[in-house]
């Protein structure tokens, strides 16, 4: 078993179990046998009756921002070195202000031929944060989220409420809302992951964004720059 474990704080996670097999193609057994082979040598070969390897690997996220929105257009702003990935809908002098964050994982160390038997994604809430110390927040009623896959590329130190990269709405999860307002989150988001390692071109990420937009929900996590 192949186990990349590290204390990483509260930085977003992938937790991904492969599920045992071979990727490389079946050999012809006949074929290789040399012309004089005996094969009248009835003599049997051990049985491996080990367990097949299973193979569990956790990634950190590589890179990640936030956007937002202020009254009918994006600020004009990036928030890709900020602490934190928030998820919000809130005012401000009673203009709308809306928060989307984007979260990306380096997967190129497992190959394309491999079997994702679960993925999990694990985001950590930051009881110390300064921008948000009250943590998550259901004012306005409940703070569930939707996560999608993204499926164009994007920079941390570029994007921008304008420029967002388009998602796949058929890959689209719910986040459940909170129960606490530091509460961790773990998604299966294990059928993604596998069409990002099966297709390397297609892996940007995931997008979080509220399932309802309107005031005053938030969800919000550590990021790397944390």
């Not at 012809?28 to 009756?49: H, R, V, Y």
């Not at 190959?111 to 948000?132: E, G, I, M």
């Not at 967002?164 to 992951?193: A, C, H, R, W």
């Not at 309107?214 to 969800?219: A, E, Q």
Request: a negative charge.
């Amino acid at each position: 078993m192949y186990l990349n474990l590290k204390t990483w704080g509260l930085v977003a996670l992938l937790g991904i179990t492969l599920a045992p097999g071979c990727s490389d193609e079946a050999i012809d057994s006949d074929s290789d046998l040399p012309a004089d082979t005996d094969d009248t040598d009835d003599t049997e070969l051990p049985i491996d009756t080990s367990p097949p390897t299973v193979e569990t690997v956790t990634v950190v996220s590589t890179k990640d921002a936030m956007v937002r929105l202020f009254g009918s257009s994006g600020d004009g702003k990036n928030y890709g070195s900020v602490e934190h990935n928030s998820v919000k809908a809130w005012t401000n002098g009673g203009t709308l202000v809306l928060h989307r964050s984007f979260i990306e994982f380096d997967l190129s160390s497992i190959p394309s031929t491999a079997n994702v038997s679960q993925a999990t994604l694990k985001l950590y809430a930051d009881a110390n944060s300064t921008a948000y110390p009250d943590g998550h927040d259901r004012t306005g009623g409940a703070n569930a989220c939707q996560i999608t896959q993204v499926s164009d590329e994007w920079q941390d130190s570029i994007i921008t409420w304008d420029i967002q990269p388009l998602t796949d709405s058929e890959t689209m999860l719910i986040i459940p809302e909170t129960s606490d307002p530091f509460e961790n989150k773990e998604v299966n988001v294990t059928e993604m992951v596998q069409n990002m390692v099966s297709f390397p071109e297609e892996n940007h990420g995931f997008r979080l964004i509220l399932a309802n937009e309107d005031p005053y929900l938030t969800m919000v996590f550590a990021s790397i720059d944390h």
